[in-house]
């Protein structure tokens, strides 16, 4: 197979993670590939999340997660302008019903202060109901960041991706690696495809990551996943929310966020709940109808008839592996780790894991990336910054967006632009065919999805699928029967064979 | 900036209707505008028959119906645009409109009729546990992707909602040789027109779990089962590879979003399915062209027209009894069964008896169905009621045709395939 190649690094995963540290060590001119298993990025624990941008009031001060979240967070507007993302810093209200909820937002007022978090401050129910009307009258106090904000995860991960190879990073999708070397001053990266040699390696492989160090070294961390249910509300909804809300909860145990997305809907969740495995993402009963519990009582008003999706996340959970050196067994440290774990071991300089990044992972996905480039420089003899290397990222056309002027201008150019797709997300023929041609491009119906909104709407793709498929079964110049829905095997229609009665 | 009398928004039967209503009374400078590449609406890919049997008095099929609006509509000066999606009505009758050919377009009427239709309730609004695979379909969309695209959509389905469209494509999938696992629904009982249970169930051996529903999909890649939740509360697994819901249709009130909340302006007048669901296609079109009319007049200074609409046909009829039979011949579904003296009983109209006692002899329906044509799908349909016993051997007969484009609206493609005297012919034109 075609898949070899000698690199500075070898990237392996394809999530926001992966895409961002293969983006830093382009800034450095390196020469980097990213081995994805999946036909895409973005597929794995950073597709399905909760969309903060967290501003870093509710981690203990000193932390490596608290230090990278503030940092990121003011900054991200920058960021966003760069890679031409959509971010909306709405500001979020940590709401609190009762005694134990207040002390908890004064311990975090507290906290986020000293962890240099800005704007902060406590409202009295009065304040609270005039901010976020959506809250119910119950609500006593609230702890108000402006900071927080909601950024789209697929747009931002694609961003970096899109970035990362319009500055010579090697996307290697449908690449899975099997195995894991020392050879020489460097590595071996063995895939399905073929074998890669690299200087370095950064393990982003996600829910994945714990089994991919352990190809190379002895076990440090390991993951436990859990998932969560999520509940998706149509655009209406989302009109009544103006705030990221956290709920903080009287009684021990989990409280509810709800946020407006930057595409105006509200998503509710998450639960919190046992996985069978790492890619359990099925939905629970006990979940849906606890969150519904909660919202009835946090945002009353909240109309869960417009629920137009409902979808479960998992989520990697780090345990430190403790190895008896007698019988080489691995037990698991009785509590999750609450820090970043960015991993090194003394025999495998070069490498840096991290494993089990969950929240807030999004929000610091680009600064892990900038700091596993930043650890590795005296390991690449200390590149320095490529003059070459473009951190901008032109964002793809959003019709939907554009001024009326604009548009036109635009169909003049390419009438694609003026053939309605999607209704529900007002996608354009020209803006799926864009998505299938940019790089990495769109190579499935989510591929699409995730790029264009096309099938995010309130009819949940009903009336655009087979557009869609056919659309891009003409760029892929497949079939249609070869279109799949996301993974391997999620086949869509096939064609007739003429075997009716 | 063009300025109108009317925009009709919606080329599907009530938007065709309320044009056609509104020129008959007068109007002129009349603007339809269509999103789609042809008018129709949901009507081209609904190759059954059952439409315009209160308009027309005829047993039609969706291009049928469709075609016939469109000829009548062609005789009018109503002007029509394809390709041209309606992004937004703005004060004061402003219409934004996308074109694939003309780009951006602003256009304002001194009314406009909103005629966009229904969605379908997604799957995702349903309280559905599981995974979230691939073949997961709504029933409208089952029937576009079956009978316009040609496609496959699955080996073994369970369909959700025994409402008419999920029936209809039940009836499908059994003609295509893919006969339903279930028809799954959570009411006591049938959600749609008692016709259409009797024929596109009952006569397919479809089976019909009433008092229960699909509480779980499983599946990782492409849907391998449903966990149907019955009626004595005990949970069965379908193995299954599609999963089609009919679980009803919400007007397609997009472009009344900004309106909410307050009294729609005057000059706004939402109709046929974007104003409420209706049951039939021709209720729909009725209360559109009388929308029209008297959008008409009051154009010309007449009286405002009237907002409310018809009524929906009487409730389905409940199963018949021992010796009772339901009527087929039009939605209302009398109950029949035979009366003294060798009469029959129930019947609401004359069609009744006959329709009784030639079930009595032997059992006779429309068969419909599409094939390809050099790549372009053609619906066919039977030229009358043919025996059960024949749909294999028309069915057959159509798709072995040796057939070519162009092909005309009532051609005989197939002459007598049964050596019964019936035809086979082309439900629209399909030009090459």
């Given at each position: 197979m075609g898949t070899t190649g000698h690199f500075d690094a070898v990237v392996i995963g394809g999530g926001v993670l992966g895409c961002f540290a293969a983006r830093a060590l382009c800034r450095r001119g390196l020469r980097v590939a990213v081995a994805e298993r999946r036909e895409d990025v973005c597929t794995g624990v950073s597709r399905a999340n909760t969309a903060i941008v967290y501003a870093g009031y509710d981690t203990h001060p000193g932390t490596l997660k608290t230090r990278l979240t503030v940092a990121s967070n003011r900054q991200f507007d920058g960021l966003c302008r760069e890679l031409g993302v959509r971010f909306r810093r709405c500001g979020s209200l940590m709401a609190a019903f009762g005694p134990r909820g207040t002390r908890s937002l004064e311990d975090k007022l507290r906290q986020g202060r000293e962890n240099g978090v800005e704007g902060l401050r406590l409202l009295d129910r009065a304040e609270t109901l005039a901010l976020e009307p959506a809250l119910s009258p119950a609500v006593e106090r609230a702890l108000w960041c402006p900071g927080v904000g909601t950024v789209d995860p697929w747009e931002l991960c694609l961003a970096a991706a899109e970035n990362a190879a319009a500055n010579g990073a090697e996307l290697l999708l449908r690449t899975e690696v099997t195995g894991l070397r020392r050879q020489g001053e460097g590595y071996e990266v063995e895939t399905d495809r073929g074998t890669l040699r690299c200087r370095a390696v950064v393990n982003c492989a996600g829910m994945q990551a714990d089994r991919v160090a352990e190809l190379l070294h002895r076990p440090t961390i390991r993951i436990v996943p859990t998932k969560g249910d999520y509940f998706v509300l149509d655009t209406p909804a989302g009109e009544l929310v103006r705030h990221v809300i956290f709920h903080e909860p009287e009684e021990k145990g989990k409280g509810l966020t709800v946020v407006p997305t930057v595409d105006g809907n509200v998503l509710l969740g998450p639960s919190e709940e046992a996985a069978r495995d790492r890619d359990d993402r099925a939905?629970?009963?006990?979940?849906?109808?606890?969150?519904?519990?909660?919202?009835?009582?946090?945002?009353?008003?909240?109309?869960?008839?417009?629920?137009?999706?409902?979808?479960?996340?998992?989520?990697?959970?780090?345990?430190?592996?403790?190895?008896?050196?007698?019988?080489?067994?691995?037990?698991?440290?009785?509590?999750?780790?609450?820090?970043?774990?960015?991993?090194?071991?003394?025999?495998?300089?070069?490498?840096?894991?991290?494993?089990?990044?969950?929240?807030?992972?999004?929000?610091?996905?680009?600064?892990?990336?900038?700091?596993?480039?930043?650890?590795?420089?005296?390991?690449?003899?200390?590149?320095?910054?490529?003059?070459?290397f473009r951190p901008e990222r032109p964002a793809p056309v959003r019709t939907a967006a554009l001024a009326p002027g604009e548009l036109a201008e635009l169909i003049a150019r390419d009438p694609a632009y003026g053939r309605l797709v999607c209704r529900c997300r007002r996608v354009t023929e020209g803006e799926i065919r864009d998505a299938a041609r940019r790089v990495p491009g769109a190579v499935t119906v989510d591929g699409v999805k995730y790029r264009t909104g096309a099938g995010m709407g309130r009819c949940q793709g009903s009336r655009c699928t087979q557009r869609v498929v056919e659309l891009l079964a003409q760029e892929l110049g497949a079939g249609p029967g070869q279109v799949e829905k996301g993974e391997p095997g999620s086949w869509l229609v096939r064609r007739t064979e003429d075997d009716g009665v | 900036m063009t300025a109108y009398e009317l925009i009709v928004v919606g080329g599907g039967p009530a938007g065709m209707a309320a044009a056609l209503g509104a020129w008959d009374a007068g109007a002129r400078r009349v603007l339809l505008l269509e999103q789609a590449g042809r008018l129709g609406g949901v009507l081209p890919q609904c190759v059954h028959t059952g439409f315009g049997l209160y308009e027309y008095g005829e047993e039609l099929t969706g291009p049928e119906y469709a075609a016939r609006q469109a000829a009548r509509l062609k005789r009018t000066g109503v002007e029509v645009r394809t390709n041209a999606a309606v992004l937004e009505l703005g004060a004061g009758g402003r219409v934004t409109v996308l074109s694939g050919t003309e780009g951006l377009m602003t256009l304002t009427a001194?009314?406009?009729?909103?005629?966009?239709?229904?969605?379908?309730?997604?799957?995702?609004?349903?309280?559905?546990?599981?995974?979230?695979?691939?073949?997961?379909?709504?029933?409208?969309?089952?029937?576009?992707?079956?009978?316009?695209?040609?496609?496959?959509?699955?080996?073994?389905?369970?369909?959700?909602?025994?409402?008419?469209?999920?029936?209809?494509?039940?009836?499908?999938?059994?003609?295509?040789?893919?006969?339903?696992?279930?028809v799954v629904e959570q009411a006591p009982r049938c959600g749609g027109l008692a016709r259409n249970r009797v024929q596109c169930l009952e006569e397919f051996g479809i089976p019909l779990l009433l008092s229960s529903t699909v509480t779980r999909l499983s599946g990782k890649a492409r849907l391998e089962g449903v966990w149907v939740r019955r009626e004595d509360g005990r949970a069965d697994f379908l193995p299954c590879d599609a999963l089609i819901t009919s679980v009803g249709l919400l007007p397609e009130d997009e472009l009344l979003l900004p309106f909410r909340g307050a009294e729609l302006p005057g000059w706004l007048f939402p109709c046929g399915n974007a104003r409420r669901i209706y049951d039939l296609v021709d209720r729909a079109a009725a209360d559109a062209a009388r929308l029209g009319r008297e959008i008409a007049r009051w154009l010309r200074g007449g009286p405002p027209p009237r907002r409310e609409a018809a009524e929906d046909s009487?409730?389905?009829?409940?199963?018949?009894?021992?010796?009772?039979?339901?009527?087929?011949?039009?939605?209302?579904?009398?109950?029949?069964?035979?009366?003294?003296?060798?009469?029959?009983?129930?019947?609401?109209?004359?069609?009744?008896?006959?329709?009784?006692?030639?079930?009595?002899?032997?059992?006779?329906?429309?068969?419909?169905?599409?094939?390809?044509?050099?790549?372009?799908?053609?619906?066919?349909?039977?030229?009358?009621?043919?025996?059960?016993?024949?749909?294999?051997?028309?069915?057959?007969?159509?798709?072995?045709?040796?057939?070519?484009?162009?092909?005309?609206?009532?051609?005989?493609?197939?002459?007598?395939?049964?050596?019964?005297?019936?035809?086979?012919?082309?439900?629209?034109?399909?030009?090459?």
């Open positions: 939905t629970e009963r006990e979940g849906l109808d606890f969150l519904r519990a909660l919202a009835a009582q946090v945002v009353p008003g909240l109309p869960l008839e417009q629920t137009i999706r409902t979808f479960a996340a998992v989520r990697p959970n780090p345990y430190e592996a403790l190895t008896d050196p007698a019988t080489g067994e691995v037990t698991l440290s009785h509590k999750s780790i609450g820090e970043f774990m960015v991993t090194r071991v003394e025999e495998c300089p070069g490498m840096v894991s991290f494993i089990g990044v969950k929240t807030p992972g999004l929000t610091c996905a680009w600064q892990l990336g900038e700091h596993a480039a930043a650890l590795l420089e005296p390991w690449l003899g200390h590149p320095g910054p490529d003059p070459a | 001194r009314a406009v009729v909103l005629a966009a239709g229904a969605r379908e309730r997604p799957a995702g609004a349903l309280p559905i546990t599981g995974t979230r695979p691939a073949g997961v379909f709504t029933a409208g969309q089952a029937q576009q992707l079956l009978n316009l695209g040609g496609y496959d959509i699955g080996r073994r389905a369970v369909i959700l909602g025994s409402g008419d469209i999920g029936m209809i494509v039940a009836r499908r999938l059994a003609l295509e040789g893919r006969p339903p696992v279930a009487a409730p389905a009829a409940p199963g018949p009894g021992a010796g009772e039979l339901i009527c087929l011949c039009c939605p209302a579904g009398c109950l029949l069964s035979a009366g003294p003296e060798g009469g029959v009983t129930g019947a609401g109209c004359e069609k009744g008896e006959a329709f009784y006692r030639q079930e009595q002899v032997e059992r006779r329906r429309w068969l419909t169905l599409v094939v390809t044509v050099q790549g372009v799908r053609v619906p066919l349909r039977t030229t009358r009621p043919i025996p059960r016993a024949l749909f294999g051997p028309v069915a057959r007969a159509a798709r072995r045709a040796a057939l070519f484009l162009p092909l005309g609206a009532g051609q005989i493609v197939v002459a007598d395939p049964g050596d019964w005297g019936c035809d086979l012919a082309v439900q629209c034109d399909c030009p090459g």
